[in-house]
């Protein structure tokens, strides 16, 4: 088990090392969906979908959160400025802890914000520290989710709330449809995943480290059943996603040859392309969801 906690974590840390100034360059510094709101550009819908996590976990003046695998802090200073609670990030990848410490220092909130260096199976942090915690699209990348919730169990107060925002398939997913199973494993290899489970796998996960699971809600379904396009924050066609991604080729081609990106960006780009494709067809589907909201609370001992 330790052997291939070192291997995920190794794997993680060079996708990391390879994607990140890409998922800035397309994303800015959330690297996350989020569902559309009407009227509302990305960057508005982004807030949206972080600034709901402060509230469930009830952040404020004097008490203190972790963002389970933080990138480079878009969401933590998100939350920590809207809530002025102070949040403590940990990623695996200490380019992303440069740049996440980069943008704290330069947006005046390195006195809310702390990015940490560590692997979130086994956190650098005492027993019951924080007031609350999150993780969004994060903890897809741990072998099993009981390795990861069972550390943030540990680093929990009592009473205090656990909000994920999960990478999970949905009840219309088929494991024996070949045609589901070929996008579900091109968004596995595209992000660096040991695997793609479902919702309910998930919240046992949860319930299994000792959680009480308060809320399970796909983000993606609307009200009336429909899905929120969580996808057009990549393109609203794959048509069109297949023509950005020509023109980004030609720009990363370029920018390699010149140096100006490191050897083998692009590889990962076309791979990044590849990954686009399928999260689109599994969105458009309904085969997948990147936004599955779990809502745990570590409850109290008399």
């Known amino acids: 088990m330790i052997d291939r906690k070192e291997k995920v974590a190794n794997l993680v840390d060079k996708f990391y090392s390879l994607v990140t100034d890409l998922y800035e360059w397309g994303w800015g510094t959330s690297f996350h969906f989020s569902p559309l709101l009407p009227g509302k550009d990305w960057p508005a819908c982004e807030s949206a979908h972080e600034g709901r996590i402060a509230a469930l976990i009830g952040l404020g003046p004097g008490k203190q959160a972790l963002d389970v695998g933080c990138g480079v802090g878009g969401p933590m200073r998100t939350i920590a400025s809207t809530s002025q609670g102070k949040v403590t990030g940990i990623t695996i990848n200490q380019y992303q802890v440069d740049r996440a410490s980069y943008h704290n220092s330069r947006l005046g909130l390195s006195h809310l914000c702390t990015p940490v260096r560590g692997n979130f199976l086994e956190m650098p942090f005492k027993n019951e520290t924080f007031d609350g915690a999150y993780a969004i699209e994060a903890t897809c990348h741990a072998p099993t ?158």
Not at 193 to 199: H, V
Not at 230 to 247: D, G, H, I
Not at 269 to 285: K, N, P, S, W, Y
Request: glycine residues 8%.
């Open 145 to 302: 989710l009981e390795q990861v919730y069972s550390e943030v169990y540990r680093c929990l107060k009592p009473g205090s709330v656990f909000v994920a925002y999960e990478w999970v398939t949905t009840p219309n997913y088929d494991d024996k449809n070949e045609a589901h199973v070929a996008i579900g494993d091109e968004i596995i290899i595209g992000n660096g995943l040991p695997n793609l489970r479902s919702w309910k796998v998930a919240e046992e996960a949860g319930k299994n480290v000792g959680f009480t699971l308060l809320e399970s809600r796909d983000l993606a379904v609307q009200a009336d059943g429909s899905l929120t396009p969580w996808w057009f924050r990549l393109s609203t066609s794959l048509q069109v996603f297949k023509l950005k991604a020509k023109f980004n080729h030609t720009l990363v081609t370029i920018a390699e040859y010149l140096r100006i990106a490191p050897k083998g960006m692009i590889a990962v780009h076309q791979m990044l392309v590849d990954t686009g494709i399928a999260l689109i067809e599994g969105g458009e589907q309904g085969l997948f969801t990147p936004m599955h909201m779990l809502v745990f609370k570590k409850e109290t001992t008399d």
